[in-house]
């Protein structure tokens, strides 16, 4: 991976007080997506939860809260690209924009004292060669701000009430 790639990858974690599995359930679900979602954009998520690569649900999105893009709504595919039960699920988008831009969002689970270590993945680095030109007006879609607030979303959906594993133990 070139400098520039990593330039091209916003990566977090956060520490949630909930086993993988129960993290994933949420992950996997087309209707978890939208109740974490910090950016705003997501509206409602149509489809069955994701089992495999190559499983696909469909997304209403609005960017309205971003502010950037005039698109009013519009609609994407969501494409499973890895899948690895209670451990890993990334995936890109598909729909009316064609070839289609190509960036990944993942998340990565690994079991902690306490909880579960969840790493956030948003990388824009193997975009299609199509849309080179507007890569720097377009992205980062999302910031590291609302990954951020997302994995705290998704603690508190998890985990309502509970610390951070490994807090105060200091």
Do not use: C, K
């Amino acid at each position: 991976m070139t400098e520039s790639d990593t330039e091209r990858i916003i990566q977090v974690q956060r520490a949630i007080a909930a086993t993988p599995a129960a993290i994933f359930q949420v992950l996997a679900s087309p209707a978890g997506h939208v109740a974490i979602d910090a950016s705003g954009m997501l509206m409602s998520a149509d489809g069955d939860p994701i089992v495999a690569v190559d499983d696909r649900f469909t997304v209403q999105m609005d960017r309205e809260s971003l502010q950037d893009f005039p698109l009013g709504e519009y609609e994407v595919i969501v494409v499973i690209t890895r899948f690895e039960q209670d451990q890993a699920i990334a995936w890109t988008v598909d729909g009316e924009l064609q070839p289609p831009i190509g960036h990944v969002y993942e998340y990565e689970l690994e079991l902690i004292d306490g909880g579960t270590l969840v790493t956030s993945t948003y990388d824009w680095s193997r975009i299609h060669p199509n849309w080179e030109v507007a890569a720097e007006s377009i992205f980062p879609v999302i910031s590291e701000t609302n990954l951020r607030a997302t994995l705290g979303i998704l603690a508190r959906t998890v985990a309502p009430g509970q610390g951070r594993p490994g807090a105060g133990d200091d």
